[in-house]
């Protein structure tokens, strides 16, 4: 796949083609481009399982309340 000048395969354009300084920026400007897409994915990713570990916690304590009401449910049977 990875065949022409950019690290993706193809030429990657005509400026980057000519090399020199005009080349080099355009380089730059496109891997922080990239970056910066990066970071913002890894951020809502940190955000999605953020989320979710929230909700487990929640559903967690709505399970030990559940165990609790049951665990007193069978001592009040115990006791008749």
Same mark, same amino acid.
């Given at each position: 796949?990875?065949?022409?000048?950019? !690290?993706?395969?193809?030429?990657?354009?005509?400026?980057? /083609?000519? @090399? @020199?300084?005009? @080349? !080099?920026?355009? $380089? $730059?400007?496109? +891997? +922080?481009?990239?970056?910066? %897409?990066? $970071? +913002? *994915?890894?951020?809502?990713?940190? /955000? &999605? %399982?953020?989320?979710?570990?929230? *909700?487990?916690? !929640? %559903?967690?304590? *709505? &399970? *030990?309340?559940?165990?609790?009401? &049951?665990? #007193?449910?069978?001592? /009040? %049977? #115990?006791? &008749?």
């Amino acid at each position: 796949w990875a065949g022409g000048s950019g !690290k993706g395969g193809g030429s990657g354009g005509s400026i980057r /083609d000519a @090399g @020199g300084t005009f @080349g !080099k920026m355009e $380089a $730059a400007r496109e +891997e +922080e481009y990239f970056r910066k %897409l990066q $970071a +913002e *994915q890894f951020s809502k990713l940190k /955000d &999605h %399982l953020e989320e979710e570990i929230s *909700q487990h916690e !929640k %559903l967690i304590r *709505q &399970h *030990q309340e559940e165990i609790e009401r &049951h665990k #007193k449910k069978i001592r /009040d %049977l #115990k006791e &008749h």
